[in-house]
């Protein structure tokens, strides 16, 4: 898991990104369609056209990340790009990068009673 500092937000770009490109393109992007600093501690998640590719890249004060994720089974819940930029807090990533719900998180399954 990254550790996501307090006060940084995730943001999510919508639609589907080229996963060919790198830390300089998905800056670029981030710059240009998010209009945001990428250089400022934000985490900037984009998916890949199939929905099972993710990357996220974060720039920690001492250099630039990139961290990608490919899911075995299933996609990567996403907002239409009718929605525009959309933030969500560090709990929702997590189930994000879980392959969960993150609009929605709900329990599967809870014990009735003990023993």
Not at 4 to 30: C, E, I, N, Y
Not at 93 to 99: E, K, P, R, T, V
């Amino acid at each position: 898991m990254i550790p996501v500092p307090s006060g940084v937000r995730v943001w999510l770009a919508t639609g589907h990104t080229d996963m060919r490109k790198g830390f300089p393109s998905l800056s670029l992007q981030v710059q240009e369609v998010l209009k945001r600093d990428p250089l400022g501690g934000h985490l900037f998640c984009f998916r890949g056209r199939r929905g099972d590719l993710l990357k996220v890249i974060w720039h920690d004060g001492q250099g630039a990340c990139l961290f990608t994720k490919r899911l075995e089974r299933g996609r990567f819940l996403w907002p239409s790009p009718a929605d525009g930029a959309v933030t969500i807090s560090a709990a929702q990533l997590g189930y994000l990068l879980s392959g969960i719900d993150w609009r929605n998180p709900q329990e599967t399954w809870r014990p009735t009673s003990v023993g």
